[in-house]
């Protein structure tokens, strides 16, 4: 059977340029299409289609606006949002889409996003229900969340415990993983608010490490360290933050 699709998104020629790229792609049926919010839940009641491709802004009514209201839905489309800004890249998956793709939307992209979306099981689909039905409005309290790298156009949920430290090099913050670096899609200020309160801490300017990893301090002076992390990789920590540090390890 073909995969029923709704293409949700304000802008007329976006909807036209998806439905171009949609129709050179196999078992693919376009139900409707909608411009706004309102009409997306509209068309979701009506049509029940198996993929929503949603645009994230939209005006009144943006695309995590219409996955919370997704609750009272007797059928969970699979969902995979559609922006020009990777930032809402974290927001996107926690909200249960199957993926994420950028503007300009790459046609082996939207394939993958596609071919995801018929291999979905009946077990994966009541999961995703169920991470809807768990989407927190806008002013509830935060609560764990994934961290999201870029790996070339593949967006990669790793956990927490994962990280080993974020990196600025020059207008990019890299995520470092044991084996592993990613490209993070939020800047260090937003990273280190988002993750206060947790084991990470800012060594110095340009670099935020998971202390759970650091394997070993050295003194260089009376107010500045060295500190190795597990996977041999060495941060020198500022003299605003040394103390910091001492105290996090009990030294």
């Known amino acids: 059977m073909p995969l029923r699709t709704l293409i949700v998104d304000d802008e007329p020629v976006a909807r036209k340029i998806l439905r171009e790229e949609l129709e050179t792609i196999d078992d693919v049926e376009i139900v409707a299409e ?3 919010g309102a009409a997306a839940l509209d068309q979701i009641a009506l ?3 198996d993929l929503v491709l949603l645009d994230l802004q939209m005006p009144v009514m943006g695309g995590l606006d219409v996955v919370r209201r997704l609750k009272q839905a007797k059928r969970v489309p699979a969902i995979v949002i559609v922006t020009a800004y990777d930032q809402f890249a974290i927001q996107a998956f926690e909200a249960g889409a199957i993926d994420y793709l950028l503007k300009p ?3 082996k992209r939207l394939t993958d996003a596609v071919g995801r979306a018929k291999r979905l ?3 994966e689909t009541a999961e995703r229900l169920a991470r809807i ?3 927190a409005e806008p002013a509830a309290a935060t609560r ?3 961290i999201v790298g870029r790996a070339g156009e593949e967006y990669v949920l790793l956990s927490a415990d994962e990280v080993y430290a974020f990196q600025a090099a020059g207008d990019e913050v890299w995520i470092i993983t044991a084996k592993n670096k990613y490209v993070a899609t939020q800047t260090l200020k937003v990273l280190e608010d988002r993750l206060r309160d947790t084991s990470f801490r800012r060594l110095h300017r340009g670099a935020i490490v998971n202390i759970d990893h650091v394997r070993k301090m050295i003194t260089l002076s009376s107010q500045r360290w060295l500190v190795t992390l597990s996977n041999n990789l060495e941060f020198i920590v500022s003299k605003r ?3 910091i540090v001492r105290q996090l390890l009990n030294w």
């Open 34 to 36: 909608a411009d706004s």
């Open 47 to 49: 049509q029940e289609p």
């Open 105 to 107: 939307i790459s046609q």
């Open 121 to 123: 099981s009946a077990r």
């Open 133 to 135: 039905h768990d989407v």
């Open 144 to 146: 764990s969340r994934k």
């Open 241 to 243: 933050q040394a103390r």
